[in-house]
């Protein structure tokens, strides 16, 4: 069946991503010094005996055909895990071209579903004809992603079984922090069983919270916040002609407000909330609320009765006493059958308060009750709390709509307070990539390609120097426990990469500190970003993020 396109996807199936220099001939592998991990580097070595230490590796242009063409076939497989994040398609594609490229007769396997398809054997093989359809197109529906973990050795085991049957020399892992200390754990495995299969990872998410000395920036964080920047920026425009709504903006993005920064520094709202300086403020959510409302008085005295406040989706976690709360929760809901039968929300919200320590039910029973019952939802398969799902923005409209009217009350506001309530996510999650994700992400499935073909294993694929024009990026490979420490998770010391918060000494941060004054006072400067363009002038169709050029100055 032939799929109906629009002209701008029909024009985008013909688009030829850019990609550093040494990709684009013959390759050669340039290794560094050995590496440390981040932290706890005796017992990272001690868990990874056989993937710990290795170098660096850069790709740089190849005087000879090289690893280029060999006449041995492989095979390769691969997954998307987590999260969709536009560019994953790319990746793929990326994949298959370097594959074909090094010998046509090699072949790409997908596992459907995310890490179960692997465990599951649930594959399709990806042909010419199914990578064209998804060539520079957003979305994960080539073969599905999913969130099961891949973390015990029966599952690695069953990887071996269908690997071996399809010829896979390869397992390439498409995904977040999570999933890439997976993908470290599995190359171990199989470095130890000698079984032959290498794994290979590479840095997705959304959430930019993947990012390090080498990956300087996770795919997909580029285009969900220029998708979300757009909308921002046409509801400032709306707010600033009809004068009479505050909007409450939630943004994606999990812990880390990376989303919610980049999205402010591409807008210049009158708010935009950090968690992670709430927590180093050690603020409660009363604070918070004071703080907004400080700006919507300071404005209506100036006859502005309108505005923007930006949330990111995980600062309910970032407040002290609600982190109390909401570990409380986690491990009491954990696999608590008896709350999983009560029939009710009354029933679930009586059981709740009688489990929780006195502060922490004290703050519960002050919720108001819908956001109370969010709060008892599923758990994700990591046992935390789904923050997507928790309305932040209408618990800070209702809690900001009383304090008005208390300084009301006391004469101390006279301004008119209308709001509207946003929650931007799933629409920017699978938009067609921007230029430089298209580019960024068909490179990052190059470089695999060569990693693989070198017989590396435990990387992940890297491209680096991306705030700089694409002739001078630089493709390569960083050992995965390089990233990574020991950290408390479900109740044990466990090895995970680390994950990248917002730094409120970081380049990105301090900007907004310096100006956010400016933007909330009545002098309105709001910026309109408008659409991602994909044709045109280069200072319009392939800029990088705000933060990655406030990170990575000239
Ligand atoms: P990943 O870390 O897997 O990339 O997830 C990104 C994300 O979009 C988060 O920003 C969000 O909190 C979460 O996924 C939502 O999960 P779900 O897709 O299960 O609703």
Same mark, same amino acid.
């Given at each position: 069946?032939?799929?109906?396109?629009?002209?701008?996807?029909?024009?985008?199936?013909?688009?030829?991503?850019? @990609?550093?220099?040494?990709?684009?001939?013959?390759? %050669?592998?340039?290794?560094?010094?050995?590496?440390?991990?981040?932290?706890? &580097?005796?017992?990272?070595?001690?868990?990874?005996?056989?993937?710990?230490?290795?170098?660096?590796?850069?790709?740089?242009?190849?005087?000879?055909?090289?690893?280029?063409?060999?006449?041995?076939?492989?095979?390769?497989?691969?997954?998307?895990?987590?999260?969709?994040?536009?560019?994953?398609?790319?990746?793929?594609?990326?994949?298959?071209?370097?594959? &074909?490229?090094?010998?046509?007769?090699?072949?790409?396997?997908?596992?459907?579903? !995310?890490?179960?398809?692997?465990?599951?054997?649930?594959?399709?093989?990806?042909?010419?004809?199914?990578?064209?359809?998804? #060539?520079?197109?957003?979305?994960?529906?080539?073969?599905?992603?999913?969130?099961?973990?891949?973390?015990?050795?029966? &599952?690695?085991? $069953?990887?071996?079984?269908?690997? %071996?049957?399809?010829?896979?020399? =390869?397992?390439?892992?498409?995904?977040?922090?999570?999933?890439?200390?997976?993908?470290?754990?599995? /190359?171990?495995?199989?470095?130890?069983?000698?079984?032959?299969?290498?794994?290979?990872?590479?840095?997705?998410?959304?959430?930019?919270?993947?990012?390090?000395?080498?990956?300087?920036?996770?795919?997909?964080?580029?285009?969900?916040?220029?998708?979300?920047?757009?909308?921002?920026?046409?509801?400032?425009?709306?707010?600033?002609?009809?004068?009479?709504?505050?909007?409450?903006?939630?943004?994606?993005? #999990?812990?880390?407000?990376?989303?919610?920064?980049?999205?402010?520094?591409?807008?210049?709202?009158?708010?935009? *909330?950090?968690?992670?300086?709430?927590?180093?403020?050690?603020?409660?959510?009363?604070?918070?609320?004071?703080?907004?409302?400080?700006?919507?008085?300071?404005?209506?005295?100036?006859?502005?009765?309108?505005?923007?406040?930006?949330?990111?989706?995980?600062?309910?976690?970032?407040?002290?006493?609600?982190?109390?709360?909401?570990?409380?929760?986690?491990? *009491?809901?954990?696999?608590?059958?008896?709350?999983?039968?009560?029939?009710?929300?009354?029933?679930?919200?009586?059981?709740?308060?009688?489990?929780?320590?006195?502060?922490?039910?004290? *703050?519960?029973?002050?919720?108001?009750?819908?956001?109370?019952?969010?709060?008892?939802?599923?758990?994700?398969?990591?046992?935390?709390?789904?923050?997507? &799902?928790?309305?932040?923005?209408?618990?800070?409209?209702?809690?900001?709509?009383?304090?008005?009217?208390?300084? $009301?009350?006391?004469?101390?506001?006279?301004?008119?307070?209308?709001?509207?309530?946003?929650?931007?996510?799933?629409?920017?999650?699978?938009?067609?990539?921007?230029?430089?994700? =298209?580019?960024?992400?068909?490179?990052?499935?190059?470089?695999?390609?060569?990693?693989?073909?070198? !017989?590396?294993?435990?990387? @992940? /694929?890297?491209?680096?120097?991306?705030?700089?024009?694409?002739?001078?990026?630089?493709?390569?490979?960083?050992?995965?426990?390089?990233?990574?420490?020991?950290?408390?998770?479900?109740?044990?010391?466990?090895?995970?990469?680390?994950?990248?918060?917002?730094?409120?000494?970081?380049?990105?941060?301090?900007? *907004?500190?310096?100006?956010?004054?400016?933007?909330?006072?009545?002098?309105?400067?709001?910026?309109?970003?408008?659409?991602?363009?994909?044709?045109?002038?280069?200072?319009?169709?392939?800029?990088?993020?705000?933060?990655?050029?406030?990170?990575?100055?000239?």
């Amino acid at each position: 069946m032939t799929m109906l396109k629009s002209p701008l996807q029909e024009a985008r199936q013909a688009y030829q991503p850019k @990609m550093p220099v040494a990709l684009t001939g013959n390759v %050669q592998l340039v290794e560094g010094q050995a590496t440390e991990s981040v932290a706890d &580097q005796e017992q990272i070595k001690a868990l990874f005996p056989n993937t710990y230490g290795m170098p660096v590796i850069t790709l740089e242009p190849g005087a000879s055909a090289g690893n280029q063409q060999t006449a041995d076939t492989f095979n390769v497989g691969v997954i998307l895990s987590g999260g969709q994040a536009p560019g994953g398609h790319n990746v793929i594609c990326g994949l298959f071209d370097g594959l &074909q490229r090094i010998n046509p007769n090699n072949k790409l396997y997908g596992f459907k579903g !995310g890490p179960s398809g692997l465990i599951e054997h649930d594959y399709v093989e990806l042909t010419a004809k199914v990578i064209d359809e998804y #060539r520079n197109t957003g979305g994960f529906d080539i073969i599905g992603s999913g969130r099961t973990k891949l973390e015990e050795t029966w &599952q690695f085991d $069953k990887g071996i079984e269908i690997c %071996q049957k399809l010829g896979i020399k =390869a397992i390439v892992i498409i995904g977040g922090d999570d999933s890439n200390t997976n993908a470290c754990v599995l /190359a171990e495995y199989y470095l130890q069983k000698q079984c032959g299969i290498q794994v290979i990872g590479c840095p997705k998410t959304i959430d930019g919270d993947l990012k390090n000395e080498f990956i300087e920036t996770s795919f997909g964080f580029d285009t969900a916040c220029k998708t979300y920047s757009e909308l921002i920026g046409n509801i400032q425009r709306d707010a600033n002609s009809a004068c009479k709504y505050w909007h409450f903006i939630r943004l994606m993005g #999990r812990s880390a407000s990376h989303i919610a920064l980049e999205c402010a520094l591409q807008s210049q709202p009158n708010v935009c *909330l950090i968690s992670e300086e709430v927590e180093a403020k050690n603020m409660t959510l009363n604070d918070v609320v004071n703080q907004i409302a400080a700006v919507i008085v300071a404005r209506a005295n100036a006859g502005l009765n309108f505005g923007t406040v930006l949330i990111p989706e995980g600062l309910i976690e970032f407040i002290p006493a609600m982190r109390v709360l909401i570990q409380e929760l986690n491990d *009491l809901l954990a696999n608590n059958e008896e709350f999983t039968a009560l029939e009710g929300d009354d029933a679930k919200r009586e059981y709740v308060k009688n489990m929780l320590t006195p502060a922490s039910c004290e *703050l519960y029973r002050s919720l108001p009750k819908g956001i109370a019952r969010q709060l008892t939802l599923d758990r994700d398969p990591h046992g935390n709390v789904m923050v997507s &799902q928790i309305e932040t923005e209408k618990l800070l409209i209702e809690m900001v709509s009383k304090r008005l009217a208390q300084l $009301k009350a006391a004469g101390e506001y006279k301004g008119k307070f209308s709001s509207i309530n946003h929650f931007f996510g799933y629409e920017g999650r699978c938009a067609i990539p921007s230029n430089f994700d =298209a580019d960024y992400c068909y490179s990052l499935g190059m470089t695999a390609t060569q990693l693989i073909a070198a !017989g590396k294993t435990g990387y @992940m /694929a890297v491209v680096r120097n991306l705030a700089q024009p694409h002739t001078e990026w630089i493709a390569g490979g960083c050992p995965i426990t390089m990233m990574m420490n020991m950290e408390h998770r479900n109740g044990k010391m466990k090895p995970v990469i680390q994950k990248a918060l917002v730094r409120l000494d970081g380049a990105p941060f301090l900007f *907004l500190e310096q100006h956010r004054a400016e933007w909330a006072d009545a002098n309105t400067s709001y910026i309109y970003p408008g659409p991602i363009q994909y044709y045109g002038p280069t200072e319009v169709c392939d800029q990088p993020t705000k933060t990655l050029k406030l990170e990575h100055p000239m």
